[in-house]
């Protein structure tokens, strides 16, 4: 799996996600959001979550050489899409989850993107965090806010 990003100091890694991380994805993923789906009486759904596996990029996010997370894009016509960002509970709030989202605005900028869009159940408490990293509400559903971040190129 290829190295895409790199901080030496906090011994991160993001690397290319491959079939084999489905499974780890998949639960991460179910793991971290079965309160939220609880909450606002929706369903798991693990063939859409593995459906979505095959269109988007999928990374792995790795600190000293231990899988932690994983993050999820897709491309719309002139933003990048922040499908997933799921890190193992322990590994948030220090400050790895703002390493990846900073390094999702520059791979949209590389790309041509204006913006970087994502939607965040409204309970969570990540929201903090993409509103201090410039995020703004641009719409919503009953249980999740619509979020978007428009780059300077």
Not at 46 to 61: G, I, K
Request: glycine share 6%.
């Amino acid at each position: 799996m290829p190295i895409v990003a790199r901080l030496a100091s906090k011994q991160l890694e993001l690397r290319v996600a491959t079939d084999e991380h489905l499974t780890f994805a998949r639960e991460l993923t179910r793991s971290n959001m079965q309160s939220y789906y609880r909450q606002y009486d929706l369903t798991w759904q693990p063939a859409a979550f593995d459906a979505e596996w095959q269109v988007r990029d999928s990374y792995v996010v790795e600190q000293a050489g231990k899988t932690i997370g994983f993050l999820g894009l897709t491309r719309g016509s002139d933003y990048l899409y922040l499908r997933d960002i799921q890190l193992i509970e322990a590994y948030r709030s220090d400050g790895v989850g703002e390493w990846v989202i900073t390094w999702v605005e520059k791979q949209a900028r590389e790309r041509g993107c204006r913006s970087v869009r994502l939607k965040v159940f409204k309970r969570n408490p990540a929201m903090g965090l993409y509103l201090r990293l410039g995020y703004r509400h641009v719409g919503e559903e009953p249980a999740l806010f619509w979020m978007e971040r428009v780059l300077t190129l």
